[in-house]
């Protein structure tokens, strides 16, 4: 199977992925812009005859698999601008609940059982990072046990760990050591 072109929902970040990570024969792919990196990843795709399997993050095991996911539109990019937008304001509509002290009289919603149902419904988003943020909030809740955690999918979650590695601060102790020391000046 050979293919013609890359479906467009595909951004430049995801096809320099691609290349990186199972290994494609492209020479700084970091130097081209989107159209000709796409030319250049057809170009590699259709003269190579196997790759390095990926079960972690796109779970492609060979190279019809990895030709498909690029013929096929991306999936991290299902959602519309319009639906976005929608649970962008829903999760901040409960961060702001979850500010305002956990108080369901002045906030938008009625209920809440209302609010956790709109809070499950948009977890499964949790790529997003307001809706991570929502989750975290919202678990804080002291008046409700029930928790609510975002789907994350393996890529951004391990986005999140190296990011979480590298925030870590070193914590430096002071060591004192007794005795004589000798200060000469010239």
């Given at each position: 199977?050979?293919i013609?072109c890359?479906?467009?929902?595909?951004?430049?970040?995801?096809?320099?992925?691609?290349?990186?990570l199972?290994k494609?024969?492209?020479?700084?792919?970091?130097?081209?812009?989107?159209?000709?990196?796409g030319?250049?990843?057809?170009?590699?795709?259709?003269n190579?005859?196997?790759?390095?399997?990926?079960?972690?993050?796109?779970?492609?095991?060979?190279?019809?698999e990895?030709?498909?996911?690029?013929?096929?539109?991306?999936?991290?990019?299902?959602?519309?601008i319009?639906?976005?937008?929608?649970?962008?304001?829903?999760?901040?509509?409960?961060?702001a609940?979850?500010k305002?002290?956990?108080?369901i009289q002045?906030?938008?919603?009625d209920?809440?059982?209302?609010?956790?149902t709109?809070?499950?419904?948009i977890?499964?988003?949790?790529?997003?990072?307001?809706?991570r943020?929502?989750c975290?909030l919202?678990?804080k809740?002291?008046?409700?046990?029930e928790?609510v955690?975002?789907?994350?999918s393996?890529k951004?979650?391990?986005?999140?760990?190296?990011?979480?590695?590298?925030?870590?601060?070193?914590?430096?102790?002071?060591?004192?050591?007794?005795g004589?020391?000798l200060?000469?000046?010239?």
């Amino acid at each position: 199977m050979t293919i013609t072109c890359i479906h467009k929902s595909h951004s430049r970040r995801d096809l320099l992925e691609i290349v990186k990570l199972f290994k494609l024969p492209i020479e700084d792919p970091e130097d081209h812009k989107k159209k000709e990196l796409g030319d250049l990843v057809i170009d590699a795709v259709n003269n190579i005859d196997n790759i390095i399997a990926d079960d972690f993050f796109y779970n492609i095991s060979n190279l019809n698999e990895l030709k498909e996911h690029l013929i096929k539109p991306n999936q991290k990019k299902m959602l519309s601008i319009k639906d976005k937008a929608e649970i962008m304001t829903t999760a901040k509509l409960i961060i702001a609940f979850c500010k305002g002290g956990y108080v369901i009289q002045i906030s938008y919603f009625d209920s809440n059982e209302q609010l956790y149902t709109e809070a499950r419904r948009i977890a499964q988003f949790g790529d997003i990072p307001s809706v991570r943020r929502m989750c975290d909030l919202l678990n804080k809740n002291p008046y409700c046990n029930e928790r609510v955690y975002p789907i994350i999918s393996k890529k951004v979650q391990m986005d999140l760990d190296i990011k979480k590695m590298t925030n870590k601060k070193v914590h430096t102790s002071l060591h004192v050591k007794k005795g004589k020391v000798l200060v000469v000046f010239d």
